[in-house]
């Protein structure tokens, strides 16, 4: 099917110009001046479908590259699906994810992998690869990470905390970063002192603090700092880059800043819920509602200045991008086994349907612009995992992987309004969007239009990755 998406300014990274997008089959075949003819015919009349974008944006489809739909954790399991997150996922303008595949100690990097492979085959909507959680380091995983590379996975997690489920020590990131600096693979951290946020934990609830706000607390700014000081130490050491994920404390973002100055190869990701969210309204919300904000890193204090500095940093490029580290846990029957116990709460924010939305409600207020916007959704999210040139842009031969974005268009956001995620709650009700998802685009097939859903479990691909653009 051959498509023209007319009459709308499509937007890049780097500038915007009024333009037609032809789409041919499942890729981009043209972006042409408006109204441009075809052999002298009109091309609005010579192809299957036109898309009137007229007053809207044209962008490329937004790549989330931080999602873990199905991931087990803290006794239960994340509650979307990649049926249900990459639905949501679509319907908010998001045409690939980058989810996670796990090994703890004693298992196999690639029984873990296959076993993710397993989970989103034939359910996703939109397209979709995988990281490599790398939760027990050892002679046989620093083994099988050779063969990563050849199964299009070339980045890999690591964990500063959660001892006992993924945690690595520093004698451990420190193989594994030099292996990495040797396969040319990325190496993406989370950055918080585990053990030492163990014993704050201990310490908090024998004096019963135990509500949600108190895992705020106990997983203070300070152990997320140090602890991106040391990834960036030891990445410093072995020549590994570095990219760290979910930062929230802005000291952190002062660490990843001093390293880019002196010439470090280190990147920082913030999501959604550290520019909007905060440990005193959400986390400290009344009775156990603050359990749905329990993600980890935590919420910040807005005293203390961590959301503007986020949005500064976005500006500033000391933070390169924005995903939402997706891993939802509904309330009853999940997010409940916390009662009375902060640290029994499983960590996580639903966000995927919503990412685009809330980052272009930033573009409204002035924190970043236009083309920031897009920068920091799609265009460096694809050059940082090595899928430029076939995602995050529109270009003669990318993925037709498209949105039509309407900027006098309006979204409440509500688990009663535009909410498709598989949760009971919704951690951004009430939010007011100025502007608003009007088609989206994956491969060619319209998935959401202003008749609504039309993707299908099935339709999504798995993306083999190319090596990072931010390699040296």
Same mark, same amino acid.
């Given at each position: ?70 991931? +087990? ?22 045409? /690939? ?56 996975? /070339? ?54 603090? /135990?509500?949600?706000?108190?895992? !705020? ?62 440990? *005193?309204?959400?986390? !400290? ?18 005293? *203390? ?56 409600? @930033? ?16 265009? /460096? +999210?694809?050059?940082?995992? !090595? ?69 299908? +479990? ?7 990755? @190319? ?6």
């Amino acid at each position: 099917m051959t498509t023209l998406i007319t009459g709308g300014t499509v937007v890049s990274a780097t500038g915007r110009t009024q333009a037609d997008v032809l789409v041919d089959g499942e890729t981009i075949a043209a972006v042409l001046s408006p109204g441009s003819t075809l052999l002298g015919h009109d091309l609005a009349g010579s192809v299957d479908r036109v898309v009137d974008a007229s007053g809207k944006y044209v962008i490329p489809g937004g790549i989330d590259a931080h999602t873990h739909m199905e991931l +087990p954790f803290g006794g239960t399991a994340a509650s979307d699906t990649f049926e249900t997150g990459t639905r949501a996922a679509a319907w908010g303008g998001t045409t /690939t994810i980058v989810d996670f595949a796990v090994q703890r100690a004693g298992e196999r990097v690639q029984d873990g992998l296959a076993a993710w492979h397993a989970k989103a085959a034939g359910q996703c909507a939109v397209d979709y690869s995988f990281h490599q959680i790398i939760g027990g380091v050892d002679a046989d995983s620093l083994a099988a990470m050779d063969s990563l590379v050849d199964e299009g996975i /070339t980045s890999f997690k690591l964990f500063m905390a959660y001892p006992g489920v993924f945690y690595s020590d520093d004698a451990q990131i420190l193989r594994a970063m030099q292996k990495s600096a040797d396969l040319g693979l990325l190496t993406m951290m989370h950055a918080e002192n585990g053990p030492a946020i163990d014993v704050l934990v201990e310490q908090l609830l024998a004096q019963g603090k /135990t509500d949600p706000y108190y895992h !705020g607390v106990a997983r203070a700014w300070q152990m997320e700092a140090e602890a991106t000081h040391r990834a960036i130490m030891l990445g410093n050491l072995t020549g590994a880059p570095l990219y760290v994920v979910h930062v929230s404390a802005k000291q952190a973002v002062e660490q990843l800043a001093i390293a880019r100055d002196r010439g470090q190869n280190v990147f920082g990701e913030t999501c959604p819920q550290y520019l909007y969210l905060s440990l *005193e309204e959400h986390l !400290g919300a009344p009775g156990f509602d603050g359990a749905k904000y329990v993600c980890s890193t935590p919420l910040r204090s807005r005293a *203390e200045g961590h959301q503007d500095h986020m949005w500064q940093g976005l500006r500033t490029n000391d933070l390169q991008m924005v995903s939402t580290d997706h891993c939802p846990f509904c309330m009853k029957g999940q997010k409940e086994l916390g009662v009375g116990d902060f640290s029994k709460i499983p960590n996580g924010i639903g966000s995927v349907e919503h990412r685009m939305d809330l980052m272009y409600q @930033g573009v409204v207020t002035g924190e970043i612009s236009l083309e920031r916007w897009v920068e920091i959704t799609s265009t /460096t +999210p694809a050059r940082m995992f !090595g899928m430029y040139g076939r995602k995050g842009v529109i270009a003669p031969g990318a993925d037709a992987d498209v949105v039509v974005y309407d900027p006098q268009g309006h979204t409440s956001i509500g688990l009663d309004k535009t909410h498709h995620m598989n949760l009971d709650h919704s951690a951004w009700e009430g939010f007011e969007i100025d502007g608003h998802v009007d088609v989206v685009l994956s491969r060619g097939s319209v998935l959401v239009d202003e008749a609504g859903y039309h993707g299908r +479990p099935g339709h999504g691909q798995f993306v083999k990755r @190319g090596l990072s653009q931010y390699l040296i």
